[in-house]
């Protein structure tokens, strides 16, 4: 027990350092043993705590998922470190437990990513901590205690490992692959209108959105390889099909406008973003391959995703490969992801590799976890800013009905009582986006309700009961209560 204790910082010290060395070689990405163990733990979690996390945490679950996937790997390494140490106490060698160590480390990550190099580097930094810990504590020979000296060396040795890896992993990391401006002139003409068409209200996010949100099962994106990445088409087909990036990207291709929203948002919250996408028809890509009468599709992802959904949504799909002018962005599903107009965003795959076609419906990732987010998405109009001047206070936000459009949105400033029409943003080219309203107002001086609805494009009032995120989609009136 006692030399268990004495061992500890060291061992403590070569899972930081493991970790460290992994990172230098991998970034962010599937190859780093604490992003690999990270998606595992996502995995793992049973579903209903994941669903909590979505719900509750938001992009914070996230965090955790990745602060988990550090803790794992680096209590890896210290236990690996600490049998070690075991073993050649036992045999009463010094020379074993840093080969040892580092051995297994290396092992331990290769099983674990599959990349050598990274593990490589993670078994290299093991074993030298045990090296390096025991040389540093003698040097240190002033300081008062032993114990001590093990912790100061152990300490310097971790950070010395973090302070080097940091830089070069950094590096490594894959970012968006962007080339801005953008040069295609129909891109920039479609951006400027949108631009021109955004309302100005202070705190508003214009109608192309300046943060996408992201969601995924992943703590580190898949990092595909345009020129060796491919489609195929399978399952109750004529003829199976496979398409690489260069035979999509060279279909007839459009600019359109499409709004993305999460099922496992809250009501006011987040997770709806608008983008202009470049994307090729899905509906020739299923001529080509003969899909018939079938039910349903199942569509697969590189990070293990899959969702499934009627044929029908499916052909009216499209496979999406630029954002706004660039290169879609790894975390957007680079180098192909699809997108199914009207949806919830969760059938919008990123890091799409399959398109199999059922003869039977079956359950996607989500809805094996109790969610139902295959279908069209609720209607809503969401109220993210209040801006006053003087007396005057005007509130805005974005409404958004899928396919079936909206034609007004109403707004409220007495707790429903009485209704009057919000301004709209002029409308976008395209069948499934989102449209801005403002609407300004005298304070009535004292504490009050302010209540926002939709109009869809026939005229249906979007539907005032409320409902939580969970398994649906949140559903019900935005309500925002404001001081005079
Ligand atoms: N491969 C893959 N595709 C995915 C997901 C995922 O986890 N993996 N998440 C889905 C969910 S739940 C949503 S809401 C949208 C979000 O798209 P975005 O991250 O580009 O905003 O992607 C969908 N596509
Ligand atoms: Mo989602």
Same mark, same amino acid.
């Given at each position: 027990?006692?030399?268990?204790?004495?061992?500890?910082?060291?061992?403590?010290?070569?899972?930081?350092?493991?970790?460290?060395?992994?990172?230098?070689?991998?970034?962010?990405?599937?190859?780093?043993?604490?992003?690999?163990?990270?998606?595992?733990?996502?995995?793992?979690?049973?579903?209903?705590?994941?669903?909590?996390?979505?719900?509750?945490?938001?992009?914070?679950?996230?965090?955790?998922?990745?602060?988990?996937?550090?803790?794992?790997?680096?209590?890896?390494?210290?236990?690996?470190?600490?049998?070690? /140490?075991?073993?050649?106490?036992?045999?009463?060698?010094?020379?074993?437990?840093?080969?040892?160590?580092?051995?297994?480390?290396?092992?331990?990550?290769?099983?674990?990513?599959?990349?050598?190099?990274?593990?490589?580097?993670?078994?290299?930094?093991?074993?030298?901590?045990?090296?390096?810990?025991?040389?540093?504590?003698?040097?240190?020979?002033?300081?008062?205690?032993?114990?001590? /000296?093990?912790?100061?060396?152990?300490?310097?040795?971790?950070?010395?490992?973090?302070?080097?890896?940091?830089?070069?992993?950094?590096?490594?990391?894959?970012?968006?692959?962007?080339?801005?401006?953008?040069?295609?002139?129909?891109?920039?003409?479609?951006?400027?209108?949108?631009?021109?068409?955004?309302?100005?209200?202070?705190?508003?996010?214009?109608?192309?959105?300046?943060?996408?949100?992201?969601?995924?099962?992943?703590?580190?994106?898949?990092?595909?390889?345009?020129?060796?990445?491919?489609?195929?088409?399978?399952?109750?087909?004529?003829?199976?099909?496979?398409?690489?990036?260069?035979?999509?990207?060279?279909?007839?291709?459009?600019?359109?406008?499409?709004?993305? /929203?999460?099922?496992?948002?809250?009501?006011?919250?987040?997770?709806?973003?608008?983008?202009?996408?470049?994307?090729?028809?899905?509906?020739?890509?299923?001529?080509?391959?003969?899909?018939?009468?079938?039910?349903?599709?199942?569509?697969?992802?590189?990070?293990?995703?899959?969702?499934?959904?009627?044929?029908?949504?499916?052909?009216?799909?499209?496979?999406?490969?630029?954002?706004?002018?660039?290169?879609?962005?790894?975390?957007?599903?680079?180098?192909?992801?699809?997108?199914?107009?009207?949806?919830?965003?969760?059938?919008?795959?990123?890091?799409?590799?399959?398109?199999?076609?059922?003869?039977?419906?079956?359950?996607?990732?989500?809805?094996?976890?109790?969610?139902?987010?295959?279908?069209?998405?609720?209607?809503?109009?969401?109220?993210?800013?209040?801006?006053?001047?003087?007396?005057?206070?005007?509130?805005?936000?974005?409404?958004?009905?899928?396919?079936?459009?909206?034609?007004?949105?109403?707004?409220?400033?007495?707790?429903?009582?009485?209704?009057?029409?919000?301004?709209?943003?002029?409308?976008?080219?395209?069948?499934?986006?989102?449209?801005?309203?403002?609407?300004?107002?005298?304070?009535?001086?004292? /504490?009050?309700?302010?209540?926002?609805?939709?109009?869809?494009?026939?005229?249906?009032?979007?539907?005032?009961?409320?409902?939580?995120?969970?398994?649906?989609?949140?559903?019900?009136?935005?309500?925002?209560?404001?001081?005079?």
């Amino acid at each position: 027990m006692e030399r268990l204790r004495s061992w500890l910082p060291e061992a403590l010290a070569a899972g930081v350092a493991g970790v460290a060395g992994s990172y230098a070689l991998a970034g962010f990405t599937q190859a780093f043993v604490a992003g690999s163990l990270a998606s595992t733990v996502a995995r793992v979690t049973p579903g209903i705590v994941v669903t909590a996390a979505i719900t509750t945490l938001g992009d914070a679950g996230k965090l955790l998922t990745v602060a988990g996937g550090f803790a794992v790997a680096v209590a890896l390494f210290a236990t690996i470190a600490l049998a070690a /140490r075991a073993a050649g106490d036992a045999v009463e060698s010094t020379a074993l437990p840093p080969m040892l160590a580092g051995t297994a480390a290396f092992g331990a990550s290769t099983l674990l990513t599959g990349a050598l190099a990274p593990a490589l580097a993670a078994g290299a930094a093991v074993g030298a901590t045990l090296v390096v810990v025991p040389l540093a504590a003698r040097v240190g020979g002033d300081a008062p205690d032993p114990g001590r /000296r093990r912790v100061l060396g152990a300490v310097g040795t971790a950070l010395a490992a973090a302070g080097v890896a940091y830089p070069l992993g950094r590096r490594r990391t894959p970012g968006a692959v962007a080339d801005d401006p953008p040069s295609d002139p129909e891109v920039r003409s479609l951006l400027a209108e949108a631009s021109a068409k955004s309302l100005d209200v202070d705190g508003l996010e214009p109608l192309v959105s300046d943060e996408f949100y992201e969601v995924d099962i992943n703590a580190a994106d898949p990092t595909l390889d345009a020129d060796e990445w491919t489609l195929s088409v399978t399952g109750a087909v004529d003829e199976d099909l496979e398409l690489d990036y260069d035979e999509v990207t060279a279909m007839e291709s459009r600019e359109v406008f499409t709004t993305l /929203r999460c099922v496992g948002e809250s009501l006011n919250g987040r997770k709806m973003d608008t983008a202009l996408w470049t994307a090729v028809p899905l509906r020739d890509v299923l001529e080509r391959a003969g899909v018939g009468e079938n039910c349903c599709v199942m569509l697969r992802a590189a990070d293990g995703y899959y969702e499934e959904f009627p044929v029908a949504a499916l052909r009216e799909g499209m496979l999406a490969y630029r954002m706004n002018g660039d290169p879609l962005p790894r975390g957007h599903g680079y180098p192909v992801r699809a997108l199914i107009p009207g949806h919830w965003g969760e059938i919008n795959v990123k890091w799409l590799t399959e398109i199999e076609i059922l003869a039977e419906p079956a359950d996607g990732y989500w809805e094996k976890r109790g969610w139902h987010g295959t279908g069209p998405v609720n209607t809503v109009a969401k109220l993210h800013a209040t801006a006053r001047d003087g007396d005057r206070i005007e509130v805005a936000g974005h409404a958004y009905a899928g396919t079936r459009g909206i034609s007004a949105v109403e707004v409220s400033t007495d707790g429903g009582d009485t209704w009057q029409e919000a301004t709209l943003s002029e409308e976008l080219p395209g069948k499934d986006v989102w449209r801005q309203w403002a609407y300004a107002y005298d304070s009535p001086g004292e /504490r009050h309700e302010v209540v926002v609805r939709a109009i869809e494009a026939d005229g249906t009032v979007q539907p005032k009961e409320r409902a939580d995120a969970y398994p649906s989609g949140p559903t019900g009136w935005v309500s925002k209560e404001l001081r005079g």
